[in-house]
């Protein structure tokens, strides 16, 4: 799809151009990531072995599986239910109700940690409670995965709730009239026309749950081998000068990141979406919107 | 007349729906609409409400002079001046970016394209240390930096711009390149055809076009450089007055255990993110009808 002269512009303007892009994308994310791994494997195979295989980097990772493990499933059964609420329904509000799904977006994660503290901690509302019953929510693995379920709590919805708009619910009313149960209707219409778009949306949530630092750095407490997760455990060894331990457990989550970006392309072309995404993966308000559905 | 008293039945009924306010013919409305709601409320909405109450115990005075103690003004300033140069960089780079994906060929645009979510997919701790080990003293970038330029960007206000602009790079490039990609090449042609030169078609008819995917783009930057905690920590420096963040100033509230002061730094930088997502609800909307009058 080459253009005419008069359509383009002049060959040396655009190697100027391309090159500056090409420059910006190299110096801001190319090199960073060049950087993780080099700078991991810079003591040897054995170091970055024994740093990833060492008891308290063992249980960092196994809390991080764990917490996304628990996060994930709550919030794909919120983000569903969401957006079967929002695209299916007319009622007063709606968009109100969007914007505060995009909240936590908006929110810095420091933030999203600290209204737990207050809630649960020691000097917080529910702290005497909480204490009473020798229960541990904050500075323990509950307020971790409590922290991580705020911060990747509009993802699913935010993928589910265009999509489904876009699609219309002609489909399930036509199940409706021939018989079909509610359930019936979403498991045998709706989920097979979403399919695509909730592995989207589980994705990002999941790469999310697993990478977060901030909001889970603050509720964590930091305790070694038992409230922290990858993400602290490399704050901590870097804290520490253990530089090349603190890469290569840094390493295995770049890798994830490339994971991530690979199946969402995957994604992406297997199910063919009109558009590249429109969206940005984390859009504090997903900017684009499927287009307000006048009939 | 057959015809005239089928349309004043289905306009009744119609009327007489939208008075009744029934939602929708579809089952299910109630248990995914309560379950939103009360999702939502449990895990984001009332855990937020904990800020003003707990910082109202501060009562007006003291609220007041702990949000704008010195300290905590330069870090306002901070936060948010390196916010907006990271944000603008971003718009100029974002949207050349966009520009050469959309309207170039060049070997690895694929990847390329692909790797521009990274920042999205990368924990922001990874993108910290990587970004630290990359401008300090001994790091690729740090060590030339210095010696050439006398530049220090590690420990400095200037690494916190850095890892703002790696943070923010997908916002940009992502509500602009769908945009570009929609313009159809007829408008540019009926612009060259009527005289324009190249540059005026790009200045008059095509940056018009993307403005609003442009500024939206920005916002979105802006809103995330904000609240950003994870990929600044480690390259900021946080020395108090110089290179401290507000989240970090609310961490640091929180470790003397002063809840209402950090309840109350968290409060202001809330109702900012309440702001700056109404911004970008005006702008999307802009946007909207933009796209509505091309299509």
Not at chain 1, 193 to 221: D, H, P, Q, T
Not at chain 1, 276 to 286: G, H, I, K, L, T
Not at chain 2, 48 to 75: E, M, Q, Y
Not at chain 2, 85 to 99: I, K, Y
Request: hydrophobic share 55%; charged share 15%.
């Amino acid at each position: 799809m080459t253009r005419p002269d008069h359509l383009t512009e002049p060959r040396w303007v655009r190697g100027l151009l391309l090159a500056l892009a090409l420059g910006f994308l190299a110096l801001f994310l190319l090199v960073p990531l060049a950087a993780v791994f080099a700078e991991a494997f810079k003591k040897g195979w054995e170091l970055y072995l024994a740093a990833i295989t060492e008891p308290d980097a063992w249980s960092a990772i196994q809390l991080t599986l764990w917490v996304a493990a628990i996060s994930l499933p709550l919030n794909l059964v919120f983000g569903v239910a969401a957006a079967w609420a929002i695209a299916k329904f007319q009622f007063r509000g709606k968009q109100f109700l969007i914007t505060l799904i995009d909240l936590p977006f908006s929110v810095s994660p420091v933030v999203a940690g600290l209204v737990f503290v207050l809630l649960f901690g020691a000097q917080g509302w529910l702290g005497p409670w909480l204490m009473e019953h020798d229960l541990k929510i904050v500075y323990a693995v509950p307020g971790v995965v409590l922290a991580t379920l705020f911060v990747t709590f509009p993802f699913i919805a935010r993928e589910l709730i265009p999509l489904m708009q876009a699609q219309g619910s002609e489909e399930e009313q036509a199940a409706l009239t021939l018989g079909a149960s509610g359930w019936q209707i979403f498991w045998r219409v709706t989920l097979p026309n979403i399919k695509w778009g909730l592995l989207y949306g589980a994705i990002l949530c999941n790469a999310r749950a697993m990478g977060e630092f901030g909001a889970v750095s603050v509720v964590s407490g930091h305790v070694r081998g038992l409230t922290n997760t990858m993400t602290l455990h490399v704050e901590i060894l870097y804290n520490e000068y253990q530089f090349s331990a603190a890469f290569a457990v840094a390493s295995l989550l770049a890798l994830l990141a490339l994971v991530t970006l690979l199946v969402k392309n995957l994604i992406e072309w297997r199910s063919a979406r009109p558009e590249p995404d429109s969206a940005p993966m984390e859009a504090m308000a997903a900017p684009v919107p499927v287009r307000p559905a006048t009939a | 007349m057959m015809n005239a008293a089928l349309v004043t039945v289905v306009g009744t009924s119609a009327t007489a729906r939208r008075k009744r306010s029934r939602p929708g013919v579809l089952p299910g409305f109630g248990i995914s609409m309560g379950y939103t709601v009360l999702y939502l409320s449990l895990l984001v909405l009332i855990p937020l409400a904990a800020l003003p109450i707990k910082s109202a115990g501060l009562g007006w005075d003291g609220f007041w002079d702990t949000v704008t103690a010195p300290r905590v003004v330069a870090s306002y300033r901070l936060t948010f001046g390196a916010a907006l140069v990271a944000a603008l960089v971003n718009l100029v780079f974002g949207m050349l970016v966009a520009w050469v994906l959309v309207r170039y060929r060049f070997p690895g645009k694929k990847v390329l394209d692909a790797l521009v979510d990274l920042p999205f997919a990368l924990p922001t701790a990874v993108a910290g240390i990587a970004l630290t080990a990359l401008y300090a003293k001994n790091g690729w970038l740090g060590g030339p930096l210095e010696q050439w330029l006398g530049l220090k960007v590690a420990f400095t206000p200037l690494g916190i711009v850095v890892a703002l602009i790696f943070i923010g790079i997908p916002f940009v490039v992502r509500t602009v390149q769908p945009v570009l990609e929609d313009i159809e090449r007829e408008i540019e042609e009926a612009a060259a055809s009527l005289g324009a030169s190249r540059w005026q078609t790009i200045r008059r008819v095509l940056l018009p076009s993307v403005l609003p995917a442009l500024l939206t783009g920005f916002a979105l930057a802006f809103a995330r450089a904000v609240g950003e905690y994870g990929s600044v920590v480690f390259i900021a420096g946080n020395r108090p007055m110089v290179s401290e963040i507000t989240p970090l100033l609310i961490i640091s509230k929180l470790e003397q255990y002063d809840y209402a002061g950090a309840a109350a730094i968290a409060t202001v930088m809330l109702v900012l993110s309440f702001a700056l997502l109404l911004v970008i609800n005006l702008l999307q909307g802009w946007q909207a009808r933009r796209g509505g009058r091309h299509a």
